[in-house]
Each structure stands twice: as C-alpha cells, then as structure tokens.
C-alpha cells in the first residue's frame, strides 16, 4: 500500500438538455422579471478599446441541421491580449470589455451572434505568442459534455501560421474547421458536431 | 465582474488537472438518442491549459438581485408563493483538492412541482404554476457555501423512447476561476426510484459517480414546519500548483 492520493472526483458533467435557456438566458426564454437582464449579453460598452467586430455562426448537427436549442459561450483576451480575470498576472485588462458572453442559438435560424472586439496575441506556455483566437464552449440537448473549441481569424496567416495549438492539429485538412471566415462587419464561423467538417473539439 | 470574493487569496495560475474523459459521460450514447447526431466522432485534440483556459471570468455579488437564491419567489406575485414540497438545497463547491472554490456562479433551472418547465416547447400536460419561473442564481462565499430555497421538481416524460422519465432533478451550471472549469450538471434526489431507470443519468458509466450527483436528505438543516433540506457539493477541476515559481504559468 501508498499513501492515499486524496483527490476528490470532479463532478460529472450531465447534458444542459433543452431548457438550458430558462436557467442561462431565461429573458430570452420570456421569462421576464427574475433578472434585469441575461448574463453575458453584452461584452462591451461604449469606451471598450480595439477593433469592433460581430461574431456569428451555427452550430450544425450530422445531418447539418442547425441547432435551435443550444447555448454558446466565448471567453477571449481584450485588443491587447490581456483576459478580464484574476489569474490575469500580466496587467490590468481593458475594464470596459468583459471577455465573456453568452448566447442562445435564434429558434428560427440557429444563428448566434456575438458583438466583440477583436482579441489581442496571447502567449502560449513557452512565451511564443498565439494567433489571435476566441474560446468558444457549447452545450445543448445531447450533448453529454461542453464542448471546447477556438475560433481563429480568416485574415491573420501569418499568425496563424505559427500558432503553436494550430501546429499541433496532425490532419492539416481539419485545421480550416477553427479559421472564421471574415465577412461585412466581423467574422462567420460555422461549428459542426460531426461529419466530414467535423470541427476540433479539444480537451483541456 | 468584480474579485471581491477573492481578494485574501492568492490569485491561481496553475493549469487544471487533466479531466477524467472515463468519469465523465462519453458523446455518443445512442440510447439518449439525441446524442447520435450531436456527439464529435472524432478524437478531441489533447492540449495542456494556456491562458485562454486559466483564466475565466469572474461574477461579483453586485450582480445578485435579493430573491435571485429564492424559486419560492423570485418569479411569484408579491405575498404569493411556488406550489409544491419545499426544499433548501445547500452545500459546497470544492475543487479536487478539497478546497472550497469561492466566488462560483452558480445558475440553476429545473421544473416545477408537476414536472413542467415554463418553456414554449414544452408539452408535458402538467399544469403551469403562475407564481413559478424555475431559474435561480448564487455565487459561493469564502468557504465555497451555498444555498437555495426551492419546490422539489417532479419527475417527467420526454420523448426518447416511448415511455422515458426524468427523475426528479435540478440542473447546475458552474463557474469556477478558470474557463476550462465550466461545468454543467444536474443534481437528483436521494432514494428517486427513477435514477437508476433515466437514459440520462446511464449515460455515466460509473456508479459512484452517479451517487456524487444525487444529494441527500438531511434532516438536521430542515427549517421546521417549513422546508426540508438537501446537501448537495459540487466538485469542480483542481488545479496544479505552481511549484517553481521561475517556471512560467500553467506549464
Ligand atoms: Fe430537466
């Protein structure tokens, strides 16, 4: 016999199933008067610094069917490359972006939205820096654990190029499935659960 | 946001323990058919914790409105109140370490005490309680504590196969301090004859883990002639500590 490790179990994940939206975003369920408003609905105000960009997307099943019921959250560095969070140790992040939203895919369409910024360089565990990129995390009916992936940007190459987490994709054919695609206004990016554009999900 | 809560600590910058991917359900369990079209087929990419998962955002109480921990009222007419057995659920948030994770959003959503979600696409014939929303919030104080009141939801049929049943359950969404700790689970009820039976909760392989999600009565926090009580801890990801401090973070 050793010594007991003591470690306790993380807590096992269970699908958010299809009323996630009551708890998360529950003014957009119209269920009104419990908060003043959903968390997570607004990244930024009037004095956030950088470059203004909307994010938008689907998030598309087997068939390519989009989901009408799921919930998308990012969480990204300000245009400085700095996060909003206390483990933040190399300086004080813009205070007028939160880094984090929130968003219900639509009911209709399955499209989310995000209205940003676009993120700043963040240095990778060596001090190489990494392209720019939101981390993107998704639940729904179905989905039995959140699902972690990042958006990169369409018109970074050069970053990109040198990213050290893009490097690591061994089928450089899956690699397009994190690059969004710069459109009027921002960026697109499409997340496919399963298929041949399956996109790369990560544990980390 | 706001770091209050966690101003006497020293901030974390450790990368998180890698996740138990057998503890935790897989993606593809076709007996929760809805599973089949919606699980990654291929593998995920393994990665160590960088920045962009360290971090995460943090929630101040500022955000709390006052009945925020309270589903007997928070949604109800003034002097009315939710239909249904009265329950306090409290406990911990804890990281694998054992510590108490202060400072953790927790947002919770569930059915009332017929089963019924107050949701457009919900079908179920149980009744609407007009005094009952079904969402609620908290964040955990300096210990990892939390509590909130409620009505003991119902159990309820979803289609899946042709007579599938939901235990009597409350969904939890959690944040920790770092974004790779987002979780979202659901708690049941200690002795629910249904547990064993629900596709959902069989999507967990281990039967301990199933039992860490299932609270338990305790008498002993009841508010007599009021509501009974559950304790239910949640355990989020620990994280590494930072041994050598020349070294740099979360490597
Ligand atoms: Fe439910």
């Known amino acids: 016999m050793v010594q007991p490790l003591n470690r306790f179990k993380e807590s096992a994940s269970q699908t958010a199933g299809p009323y996630v939206h009551i708890g998360l975003t529950p003014n957009f369920s119209e269920i009104n008067g419990v908060y003043p408003h959903d968390l997570g609905s607004s990244m930024v105000n009037d004095k956030t610094r950088g470059k203004r960009i909307a994010i938008t997307g689907r998030v598309l099943d087997g068939t390519g069917t989009p989901l009408r019921d799921a919930l998308v959250e990012i969480w990204q560095a300000d245009a400085d490359g700095l996060y909003n969070s206390p483990s933040e140790m190399r300086g004080a992040a813009d205070p007028n972006f939160t880094g984090w939203g929130r968003c219900a895919t639509d009911m209709v369409s399955g499209e989310f939205r995000f209205e940003t910024v676009k993120p700043g360089r963040v240095p990778f565990n060596d001090g190489r820096l990494m392209a720019p990129h939101v981390t993107f995390w998704i639940v729904a009916r179905g989905i039995n654990i959140g699902l972690h992936t990042r958006m990169y940007f369409g018109d970074e190459d050069a970053a990109n190029a040198e990213d050290p987490v893009l490097a690591r994709i061994e089928h450089r054919v899956r690699l397009p499935t994190l690059v969004a695609e710069p459109v009027e206004g921002g960026y697109r990016f499409d997340i496919h659960l399963q298929g041949e554009k399956e996109t790369v999900f990560f544990d980390i | ?251």
């Open chain 2, 1 to 251: 946001m706001s770091e209050g809560m966690l101003s006497n600590r020293k901030p974390e910058t450790g990368a998180f323990f890698q996740r138990d991917r057998e503890w935790h359900p897989q993606a593809y369990t076709p007996w929760y058919k809805t599973s089949v079209l919606r699980s990654p087929q291929k593998a995920l990419l393994s990665l160590d914790n960088t920045l962009s998962e360290i971090t995460g955002p943090v929630f101040g109480h500022n955000i709390l409105g006052a009945l925020d921990n309270d589903l007997i009222h928070n949604f109800a007419k003034p002097g009315e109140s939710a239909i249904g057995p009265r329950i306090i659920v409290y406990g911990r948030v804890l990281d694998e370490r054992g510590r108490g994770v202060p400072g953790a959003l927790l947002e919770f959503w569930q059915a009332n005490a017929g089963g019924r979600y107050r949701h457009k696409k919900e079908g179920y014939i149980a009744p609407l309680d007009p005094n009952f929303g079904g969402c609620g919030r908290t964040i955990t104080d300096e210990d990892g504590g939390y509590v909130l009141r409620t009505v003991q939801p119902g159990p309820y049929p979803w289609p899946n196969g042709p007579n599938d049943w939901r235990p009597a359950h409350i969904h939890f969404s959690i944040f920790g301090h770092g974004f790779a700790q987002r979780l979202i689970t659901q708690m049941y009820f200690e002795g629910d004859p249904m547990i064993p039976l629900c596709p959902i909760v069989k999507t967990i392989n281990d039967p301990a883990a199933i039992s860490d999600l299932t609270a338990a009565l305790d008498m002993s926090a009841t508010t007599p002639m009021d509501s009974r009580a559950y304790k239910f801890d949640i355990v989020l990801r620990g994280r590494r500590s930072t041994l050598f401090e020349n070294r740099l973070e979360g490597n």
